[in-house]
């Protein structure tokens, strides 16, 4: 990563590929699978690594090196690789750093597709894991056995927006020499940089504020250059590389992240306050509202509180299915992030693999409706809500 002093926004539009001859203003798109060679040295060297230079685009590509690099810029990473989806990130990092025989030690609010891969999927090939407590992290050392080589969490948390101290998390990772990896996908690195606070690995998934309009697929994990060398190689392998013509969408939405995070941040926080003084509501969480348990952490290492609001309608499961059958402006699915605001159910949708028993443990009920809060005016979503809270 090219380090310089300018300011996130700045670095958001002004980070961008060398331009061709052609003098192009806006980065062209390079939808080639391929990349050809001046003559046989060329290509050994290249092939041997002695060239840093495009190959193939399951390797690299000038569109996704353009996105990884603005990342980077943003979190303060050294390294970094674009994957096709949010999960594809995931799955690729972890399986790149663990071995057979290897622990992970989770919070366990987690998102269910996560959760998924560390019940369903790693014990096959002997990859364990322990879940900790997001509101117990000083029993996070007792948990630690020799085989930890992994500390994974996201903060805020999907679906419940609770907040960890990723200062203590990082001190901890330190201390016990492991490898932090934050899912920072609902603050975005606009709101928060846990590599500051000791994160080695950073994961976003693109499709949600990067992109900000519900239009592509994407994922991208930045951090130290060294464990970063270890996710390419796996991930050049096993080929779940970003296509170009997304990486390219990405690039430019970047572009206008720090803009539309700040109006999707002003418009949560009205609508979380809100629900607050609504009394047909039970709870309403938001890491930027004085009554959210880890308020003043969320101020330290937050710029703002995000864009998902976190509540629970009274009455029940009969009550929550006819709040969602009511509502008409706002969207009802499971993506967040878009400038459009989307209504959740997650208990029947996003964190629907889990058990009652594991649901209830994260704070998940029947009840429970996340809102991704758009960019529509305020008044108008405030006013669907409220129609359909009856």
Same mark, same amino acid.
């Given at each position: 990563?090219?380090?310089?002093?300018?300011?996130?926004?700045?670095?958001?539009?002004?980070?961008?590929?060398?331009?061709?001859?052609?003098?192009?203003?806006? @980065?062209?798109?390079?939808?080639?699978?391929?990349?050809? #060679?001046?003559? +046989?040295?060329? =290509?050994? /060297?290249? *092939?041997?690594?002695?060239?840093?230079?495009?190959?193939?685009?399951?390797?690299?590509?000038?569109?996704?090196?353009?996105?990884?690099?603005? @990342?980077?810029?943003?979190?303060?990473?050294?390294?970094? #690789?674009?994957? +096709?989806?949010? =999960?594809? /990130?995931? *799955?690729?990092?972890?399986?790149?750093?663990?071995?057979?025989?290897?622990h992970?030690?989770?919070?366990?609010?987690?998102?269910?597709?996560?959760?998924?891969?560390?019940?369903?999927?790693?014990?096959?090939?002997?990859?364990?894991?322990?879940?900790?407590?997001?509101?117990?992290?000083?029993?996070?050392?007792?948990?630690?056995?020799?085989?930890?080589?992994?500390?994974?969490?996201?903060?805020?948390?999907?679906?419940?927006?609770?907040?960890?101290?990723?200062?203590?998390?990082?001190k901890?990772?330190k201390?016990?020499?492991?490898?932090?990896?934050?899912?920072n996908?609902?603050?975005?690195?606009?709101?928060?940089?846990?590599?500051?606070?000791?994160?080695?690995?950073?994961?976003?998934?693109?499709?949600?504020?990067?992109?900000?309009?519900?239009?592509?697929?994407?994922?991208?994990?930045?951090?130290?250059?060294?464990?970063?060398?270890?996710?390419?190689?796996?991930?050049?392998?096993t080929?779940?590389?970003?296509?170009?013509?997304?990486?390219?969408?990405?690039?430019?939405?970047?572009?206008?992240?720090?803009?539309?995070v700040?109006?999707?941040?002003?418009?949560?926080?009205?609508?979380?306050?809100?629900?607050?003084?609504?009394?047909?509501?039970?709870?309403?969480?938001?890491?930027?509202?004085?009554?959210?348990?880890?308020?003043?952490?969320?101020?330290?290492?937050?710029?703002?509180?995000?864009?998902?609001?976190?509540?629970?309608?009274?009455?029940?499961?009969?009550?929550?299915?006819?709040?969602?059958?009511?509502?008409?402006?706002?969207?009802?699915?499971?993506?967040?992030?878009?400038s459009?605001?989307?209504?959740?159910?997650?208990?029947?949708?996003?964190?629907?693999?889990?058990?009652?028993?594991?649901?209830?443990?994260?704070?998940?009920?029947?009840?429970?409706?996340?809102i991704?809060?758009?960019?529509?005016?305020?008044?108008?979503?405030?006013?669907?809500?409220?129609q359909?809270?009856?």
């Open positions: 990563m090219k380090k310089n002093n300018n300011k996130f926004e700045t670095n958001a539009i002004r980070t961008q590929l060398k331009r061709s001859e052609n003098l192009e203003h806006s @980065v062209p798109l390079y939808l080639t699978s391929s990349f050809v #060679f001046e003559d +046989a040295e060329d =290509m050994r /060297a290249s *092939f041997a690594e002695e060239k840093d230079r495009n190959i193939y685009s399951r390797y690299s590509n000038p569109n996704s090196s353009e996105f990884i690099e603005k @990342v980077c810029q943003m979190e303060g990473a050294e390294s970094g #690789f674009a994957f +096709a989806s949010g =999960m594809a /990130a995931v *799955f690729s990092t972890l399986a790149a750093l663990l071995d057979s025989g290897d992970v030690l989770s919070a366990r609010s987690i998102f269910g597709s996560t959760h998924s891969l560390f019940t369903n999927f790693f014990p096959k090939w002997n990859i364990d894991h322990t879940y900790f407590k997001i509101d117990a992290l000083e029993e996070i050392e007792r948990l630690i056995t020799p085989k930890t080589k992994i500390i994974y969490a996201e903060t805020p948390t999907n679906p419940g927006v609770d907040v960890l101290d990723l200062e203590e998390l990082g901890i990772a201390k016990n020499n492991l490898i932090l990896i934050i899912d996908c609902f603050a975005s690195p606009y709101l928060q940089q846990p590599i500051k606070f000791g994160a080695d690995l950073v994961i976003h998934s693109g499709t949600k504020l990067m992109d900000g309009q519900g239009r592509v697929l994407a994922g991208i994990t930045v951090g130290s250059a060294d464990l970063m060398d270890k996710v390419y190689r796996f991930s050049r392998i080929g779940p590389a970003l296509s170009p013509f997304n990486a390219w969408v990405l690039s430019k939405s970047l572009e206008t992240l720090a803009i539309r700040d109006r999707h941040c002003d418009n949560a926080l009205k609508l979380a306050e809100y629900l607050e003084a609504n009394d047909k509501v039970n709870w309403v969480k938001y890491p930027f509202l004085k009554s959210h348990p880890k308020y003043e952490i969320a101020k330290k290492q937050m710029k703002a509180g995000g864009c998902v609001v976190a509540f629970e309608v009274k009455g029940g499961l009969e009550a929550g299915r006819e709040f969602f059958d009511s509502i008409k402006l706002l969207s009802l699915s499971a993506n967040l992030g878009d459009r605001t989307i209504v959740t159910h997650p208990a029947s949708t996003t964190h629907s693999k889990l058990s009652v028993e594991e649901r209830a443990a994260v704070g998940i009920s029947d009840g429970t409706v996340r991704s809060v758009g960019l529509e005016h305020i008044d108008d979503i405030i006013a669907d809500i409220a359909a809270l009856g």
